[in-house]
């Protein structure tokens, strides 16, 4: 119903920037909350940063000053700009989406998933 495209992924030195995106389509009423995740090596999911549908974000602690969510609701997508990289930032990184179908029923929404590998 809902399909989730990520972009923007790759490989920077540390000290670098990246600017992943995510685009949704499908049949949807409204977006909600949309979010990053990432998956360290080794380590569980966790959350990055959310923005919501009125466009109020929060970020995780280590995240913070360096990282920038954002979304564009014409385009139906989702940023996450991410700056003053770290090794430690090195980690797959995935969009998630809660969303209005059209059947008035709430749904969450994963992309697949974008490697970004920040070398020192």
């Known amino acids: 119903q809902v399909q989730l495209v990520e972009s923007g992924g790759g490989l920077v030195q540390a000290g670098g920037s990246l600017r992943l995106s995510c685009a949704a389509s499908?049949?949807?009423?409204?977006?909600?909350?949309m979010a990053w995740y990432r998956q360290p090596p080794g380590k569980q999911r966790e959350l990055v940063a959310v923005?919501?549908?009125?466009?109020?974000?929060n970020y995780a602690d280590s995240v913070k000053g360096r990282f920038t969510i954002s979304r564009d609701n014409v385009k139906n997508t989702v940023y996450l700009g991410m700056n003053s990289l770290k090794p430690e930032d090195t980690a797959v990184y995935y969009c998630?989406?809660?969303?209005?179908?059209?059947?008035?029923?709430?749904?969450?929404?994963w992309g697949q998933g974008t490697q970004v590998t920040v070398s020192s």
């Open positions: 923005i919501s549908s009125g466009g109020t974000t």
């Open positions: 998630n989406a809660n969303v209005l179908l059209r059947e008035l029923r709430r749904a969450d929404y």
């Open positions: 499908g049949s949807i009423l409204r977006f909600n909350d």
